[in-house]
């Protein structure tokens, strides 16, 4: 039996993938997996029993990755599942930034009770006009799975599309519709476009990217989107940009208290991934990635281990798998543990990623404590574990 725990509330449809071998459990300690959205895990202490997290999502920023890695807990992540969930409140954003549909909207509750409501519509509506979008050049930082979305999606609107991505994958390439323009460098981006989207993970490398310097490039009148996350902006730079007029518009998904009320900026609170669809995509990855790696040991979309995979585990014979350090001369005293015990390999693979690795071996015998313990005192074995 498995007990799998939710930091956050977790769509049902992703719940359901779980057979009656898992059992959702309150104490987070007894858990052999947790699935997650935003919650915030850097400050947790993490159970012995605890072999997997998987985040319902693309941002894992909110899990100490190294930490678990060194436990020995996988970390997967849903790469894609709310891509269109965050394209399309992108969109929507650009839109809100263009025309005041939202001064608009505010004007009409305040006037309700007017009987004369029609007419002085037609008056005050002039208060609340925009601009188009079509025309326009966007800027697009990040061409991962949204994107590519918004960039394509923005071309069949009519904008003139700048792409900028350094580390762009073949898939990502793939997708992406030839009318947009490759831009080489970010500064590129800054000082042409209209518009600009980020769509960049939070890293060391990527935070504070927007900063003074960067918005001093762009042109006066700019439209900013984050819909990645708050601190890829330097936020203090911004609300003087907003003041001064240099940046119209700042829409962020990403509501702090330094922005929400500042004039100017569209502060949504955190829906981009908000959708039915885009919950039901990522409930069901995040459920099924947990299930084949709690039962077969594969690996598929960690961002902490190696992506690796065996096949179904045999229902005869046992599946050893080892988190093990990356570094040399593992698999030799694994395999020589075995031959002592003169236990037959039928099936075995090794996958690392910088630091760690990961091992998968099929045997066709019983695989004693005794071995399993010997197996994890090797110096750089993070976890062992014996699938039966
Ligand atoms: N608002 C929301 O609800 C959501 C926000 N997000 C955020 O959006 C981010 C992106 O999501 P996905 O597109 O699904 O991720 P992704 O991993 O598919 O794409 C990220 C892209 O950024 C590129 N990149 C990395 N460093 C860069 C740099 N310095 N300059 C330019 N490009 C760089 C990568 O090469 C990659 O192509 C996530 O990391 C997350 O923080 C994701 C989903 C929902
Ligand atoms: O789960 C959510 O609503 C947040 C989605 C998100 O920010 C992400 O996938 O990175």
Redesign the pocket.
Known sequence: MYNYHCLNPIAQIGLDIFNEAYQKTDAVDNADAILVRSAAMHDMEFSTSLKAIARA???V?NIPLDKCAEKGIVVFNT??A??NG?KELVIAGMLLASRDVIGGIDWVKEHEADADLAKAAEKAKKAFAGTEIQGKKLGV???????VLVANAAVHLGMDVYG??????VD?AWKLSRNIHHAKT?DEIYKECDYITI?????D??KG?INRDAIQLMKENVVVLN???DVLVDTGAMVEALEEGKVRRYVT?FPIPEIAGVKGAIVIP????STEESEDNCAVMAAKELRDYLENGNITHSVNYPDCNMGTKEESGHRITILHKNIPNMLGQFTALLAQENMNISQMTNKSRKEYAYVMIDVEAEVTQELEEKLNVIEGVLKVRVIK
Do not use: E, K, Q
């Open positions: 999502g693309a941002g920023n790469p894609g709310n891509a965050v930082i990040g061409l991962g799975a949204i994107g900028y991505d350094p580390y762009v994958s990502s970010v769509h960049v993970p939070a890293l490398s990527t990217m819909f990645a996350r998904d955190h829906l981009g991934a």
